[in-house]
């Protein structure tokens, strides 16, 4: 699949990057990769895209919206020099099924278990980002037996403190970009709620200009998240179906706070990195982990590839 790739034309980006035409498919995305492949497998009633290599213990690496697996792509060379690497797209985005439900995180936890359990494994170290954070929690809250160690990236997991988050941000509290020390006006929580408009707003491309201002407001530089990675979000995420299934990891949110009353306390071993995410993953997690490491990253939201030797360095000591 071929897509053009440049910066959507808007006031915060004087500098638009210049289009280009790239294929942007999963086995060509994979194969920039070395020795990783691209492929399938039947889960729970849907299929499951992820991306494979590398070879030893299995670590699973879940993204985030409004991405797909390829967020992982700057360190998944790397970590493959110990580990069998497997990236996969959540129910729902990229090349994985969007079917109409099943977007709690515990149903979406149970996928990734089943994943691993299909790729021989009796355990694996999971790592998550954003939605796939949670992901990655609630996975390890419900089949703690399936992970060894847990790395959760910006995103702590839903629980009754996000029905105290702001609906109006404060006064001179939003700005062109979260910057030090500020919490982010998460005023897209809200807006993925409303079922429908988003995919008539955003669907046929006009996805990229939401995408282009979050990946300015949210990062320190927008320049990490380039030319082709921006064209293989909009490609992913330009369909209503798309964009409809994005939305219900949202829309799932209160049934998530719901079953997160259900969870114990976590007992392996948590290594939490933070970007602008940092407070709420210590306050949350603290909590909530018997292990717990807690990292800051001086970059944005977007670690794995605004900062992804950090990340990675912090994720080959952990995993060892």
């Not at 439900?101 to 979406?108: A, E, H, N, V």
């Not at 995408?211 to 992913?236: C, G, K, N, P």
């Not at 949110?253 to 007992?267: G, M, N, R």
Request: no cysteine.
């Amino acid at each position: 699949m071929a897509m053009t790739a440049g910066f959507a034309t808007s006031a915060l980006h004087a500098q638009p990057v210049p289009a280009v035409t790239v294929d942007v498919s999963d086995a060509a995305l994979a194969a920039r990769l070395g020795d990783f492949s691209s492929t399938t497998a039947q889960i729970n009633g849907i299929r499951l895209h992820y991306v494979i290599g590398g070879k030893g213990p299995l670590l699973v690496l879940l993204p985030g919206w409004p991405e797909t697996w390829w967020e992982w792509h700057k360190i998944m060379p790397e970590l493959a020099r110990t580990h069998r690497v497997v990236a996969v797209d959540l129910r729902g985005m990229g090349g994985s099924d969007k079917p109409e439900s099943g977007y709690d995180k515990k149903t979406m936890a149970a996928d990734i278990g089943a994943l691993i359990r299909s790729l021989g494994a009796d355990k694996a170290d999971v790592a998550g980002h954003d939605i796939g954070s949670m992901v990655a929690f609630s996975l390890a809250a419900t089949r703690p037996d399936l992970v060894r160690k847990l790395v959760l990236v910006d995103v702590a997991p839903p629980d009754n403190s996000l029905k105290s988050w702001p609906m109006l941000p404060g006064v001179g509290t939003f700005g062109d970009k979260v910057g030090d020390g500020s919490t982010a006006y998460v005023w897209w929580f809200a807006f993925h709620q409303v079922k429908g408009l988003p995919e008539q707003l955003l669907a046929d491309g006009r996805i990229r200009y939401a995408q282009d201002w979050f990946f300015h407001y949210l990062t320190r530089d927008e320049a990490s998240i380039d030319a082709l990675d921006r064209a293989v979000y909009q490609s992913a995420y330009t369909s209503k179906d798309a964009i409809r299934a994005g939305d219900a990891w949202y829309q799932a949110f209160p049934q998530d706070i719901v079953d997160d009353e259900s969870y114990s306390k976590l007992a392996m071993p948590v290594l939490a990195v933070g970007g602008p995410g940092y407070g709420w993953l210590k306050s949350v997690l603290s909590a909530r982990t018997s292990d717990l490491r807690v990292v800051k990253s001086d970059v944005g939201h977007f670690i794995p590839e605004e900062d992804p030797q950090f990340l990675a360095s912090q994720m080959r000591s952990f995993l060892k």
